[in-house]
């Protein structure tokens, strides 16, 4: 099994601190925020719904189950954890429904809000997440864990792809490098575990760029050759580097972009694309794999930024509070792996 953070450079030092979390189900709490406003009509009933004790799938199989549809007809944004207090949003396609129909309620799941909307609700279409979060057991030096969250609210957070990118075990990687290049087995898998672990190869090397990156201190300011993801519209440019470039970045307005590696032009090129050839040349049999996917190559920002960031230390209760919002696809443990070690 592979520790996917234990290789990794953190831009602000390496925590010296470590704790458990998820030890019960109240120590981690998710809200997820949609962002837009319900049409009040249509066919798809969104549910808005508490749940404990069960996966998204696992939550969708039941809410198809009690309403008997087919679970394809439930659509949700971002799947949340099993082992957790969690709130998100389901839709349920019913055509020619005019009444909310009765669902019954279990220990594992309340129904919070329903609304009447006129489109499908799809996978990465919410806007962010927040976090209440304790960390239990805390030991180490925390002698740092102040200046380092000041530094995070001031400049933001690596953008690391967190351990759920790599599998329970850790080893998507090897299971991507063995299954894919095996045309017999590759045959057999279903698209979404192909997706799965197409997704793992490419965090990885995303994730030993933006490290290699760090390393040489590339973290508060672009580099020649950059391309340029910008916040919101998540759009990417290239363009040269000059004063009106890096006070966008220092403003979080643009990011400099990470490979997440396909077929295409880059339009990376010096310092940038050298960082990014270095780390290809060095994980050839992950490219090849991945070119005979046929994916296009895009790009992820190397920074996230923290909403509303408190964290509390009780040293006599050794836990760490923390209350956070974070844009989706950043990784709520890839945040605390800047000031806490997690085990």
């Given amino acids: 099994m592979n520790d996917v953070k234990s290789d990794l450079v953190f831009p602000y030092g390496q925590a010296k601190c470590s704790g458990s979390i998820k030890l019960q189900a109240d120590d ?9 406003d319900f049409t009040g009509a249509g066919e798809h009933l969104f549910l808005y719904i508490q749940k404990t004790g069960l996966t998204t799938h696992e939550l969708i199989n039941l809410i198809a189950e009690k ?23 389901l839709s349920v396609q019913l055509p020619g429904c005019k009444q909310i129909p009765d669902i019954t309620e279990t220990d594992q799941f309340q129904i919070l809000q329903t609304h009447w909307h006129d489109r499908k609700l799809r996978v990465g279409v919410h806007k962010s997440n927040q ?4 960390v239990r057991n805390v030991t180490g030096n925390d002698s740092q864990l102040s200046s380092t969250i000041e530094s995070i609210r001031c400049y933001g957070f690596a953008n690391y792809f967190g351990e759920q990118r790599f599998g329970a075990r ?3 990687v090897e299971q991507a490098l063995r299954i894919l290049n095996n045309r017999h087995k590759s045959k057999r898998m279903t698209r979404t575990k192909r997706s799965l672990l197409i997704s793992s190869l490419r965090s990885e090397l995303y994730n030993r760029i933006l490290s290699k990156r760090i390393s040489r ?23 040269s580097l000059s004063s009106e470039i890096n006070r966008r970045y220092r403003e979080f307005d643009i990011h400099s972009g990470v490979s997440l590696f396909g077929t295409g032009d880059s339009r990376l090129s010096l310092s940038a694309m050298d960082i990014e050839n270095e780390i290809f040349a060095a994980n050839a049999e992950i490219c090849e794999t991945l070119l005979n996917q046929n994916l296009k190559r895009s790009f992820r ?15 006599e209760q050794a836990e760490i509070h923390i209350q956070v919002e974070l844009k989706k696809g950043s990784y709520l443990t890839t945040l605390l792996n800047h000031f806490v070690s997690l085990t």
């Fill in 28 to 36: 981690f709490k998710v809200v997820e925020q949609l962002g837009f």
């Fill in 67 to 89: 309403l008997s549809v087919p679970a394809r007809q439930i659509g949700y944004s971002g799947l949340k954890d099993k082992h957790a207090i969690t709130r998100q949003w």
């Fill in 131 to 134: 976090f209440d979060i304790k």
């Fill in 170 to 172: 850790g080893d998507n």
């Fill in 217 to 239: 201190e590339i973290w508060q300011q672009p580099i020649d050759g950059d391309v340029f993801v910008l916040a919101g519209s998540q759009s990417v440019f290239a363009e």
């Fill in 301 to 315: 920002a190397n920074r996230a930024v923290t909403k509303n960031l408190e964290v509390q230390y009780f040293p």
